[in-house]
């Protein structure tokens, strides 16, 4: 499981990484840009939720 969301946590650096690709910086909020711009906040929104299911994975490791 924890290499799985290591690799999730890969493939969402990556969808950061192709979206940055077609940003526009004159115009973030028109056209593809907007579209990378919200998959941008999402891949980093599932970055942040993959890190607190790694530290609550450790927490109830070491409760037991």
């Known amino acids: ?29 028109q056209g ?3 579209i990378a711009v919200f998959g941008i906040l999402s891949a980093m929104c599932a970055i942040l939720v993959l890190c607190i299911l790694l530290i609550s994975r450790k927490i109830s490791a070491k409760s037991k």
Request: no cysteine; glycine share 6%.
């Open 32 to 34: 593809d840009s907007s």
């Open 1 to 29: 499981m924890k290499i799985f969301i290591y690799v999730l946590i890969a493939v969402a650096l990556g969808v950061i990484a192709i979206n940055i690709g077609k940003l526009n910086p004159a115009h973030l909020l």
